[in-house]
């Protein structure tokens, strides 16, 4: 009777565990109980800053007209691939401290605060004034989010997309492995005042869709904690190799005193 009663014991701990550790591995466990619904939204545009990196390039019918505005010569790009490559990085503008780039044809330019499609609409308005239709294309160039932590590839992205959230970037580094804290995910974010900020989001809850580090800005940093099982092993791991190297000295040390005791004994 004691046995069966053992055995039910354990069999309803064993299941008990089983569906907490399903619950620990899902992502917005909290809509089960549904089959459709809306998500939060939040704000993902991405703003100009200090120290950004921005490739601009106008063109029109006529090049000759729009080459003022470019740092290349007209016909640059009919050269030799080297020639234009050295050309090309030549449209590239670092937004300085205090938010501005100096362009050409225009002069200084306060883009701090403005999304790239705000700063091509205002080029197109300026150019237009001396330029028939000018096309401007804007790319902000330094959007990088560096990923850490207990992800199955570790690494930081060039991202391609001005739209860009935790979940693109956890995708691009393969998920999680299954020592992730889905309740622990830090995003480190500096803010254009220089102070750096962290926001823990759960990938259980799905009103994360809704916070402004949901979707990532430049040089954002996403953390992914390791779990309390990985974090036991660790520490078991470190007992064990510590045990491990202390009976080792020590049986080290007793196989020389044991040598020294035969070789006096000899003698």
């Known amino acids: 009777m004691m046995n069966t009663k053992l055995f039910l014991i354990i069999l309803i ?11 620990d591995l899902a992502y917005f466990s909290d809509t089960k109980s549904s089959n459709a619904g809306v998500l939060l939204s939040s704000d993902y545009q991405i703003k100009i800053e200090p120290a950004d990196e921005l490739t601009i390039w106008v063109s029109s019918l006529v090049p000759e007209a729009t080459s003022q505005f470019n740092n290349i010569a ?8 080297t020639e234009v490559m050295s050309n090309l990085r030549s449209l590239n503008y670092i937004v300085d401290k205090n938010g ?56 930081m992205i060039k991202v391609q997309s001005e739209k860009f959230s935790v979940f693109d970037a956890l995708a691009s580094c393969g998920d999680l492995t299954e020592y992730g804290k889905r309740e622990g995910v830090m995003v480190i974010r500096q803010m254009p005042d220089g102070e750096t900020v ?19 800005k430049q040089n954002d940093v996403v953390y992914v904690e390791p779990n309390n099982v990985k974090q036991d092993n660790s520490k078991y791991n470190q007992n064990n190799g510590f045990k491990l190297s202390v009976i080792s000295t020590i049986v080290s040390a007793v196989s020389v005193i044991s040598s020294l005791i035969i070789a006096l004994s000899i003698k």
Do not use: W
Request: glycine share 6%; proline share 5%.
């Open 198 to 216: 962290y926001q823990r989001l759960d990938l259980h809850d799905s009103n994360i869709t809704g916070s402004p580090f949901f979707y990532l």
């Open 100 to 155: 501005c780039i100096d362009f050409p044809g225009i002069g200084k330019i306060d883009v701090k605060g403005m999304t790239t499609m705000q700063l091509k609409d205002y080029l197109v308005t300026q150019i237009s004034k001396t330029v028939k239709d000018p096309q401007v294309s804007v790319i902000l160039q330094n959007f990088k989010v560096n990923v850490l932590g207990e992800v199955k590839e570790p690494q």
């Open 74 to 81: 007209p016909g640059a790009q009919d050269n030799s691939n």
């Open 13 to 23: 701990a064993l299941i008990s565990a089983s569906c907490n550790t399903k619950r």
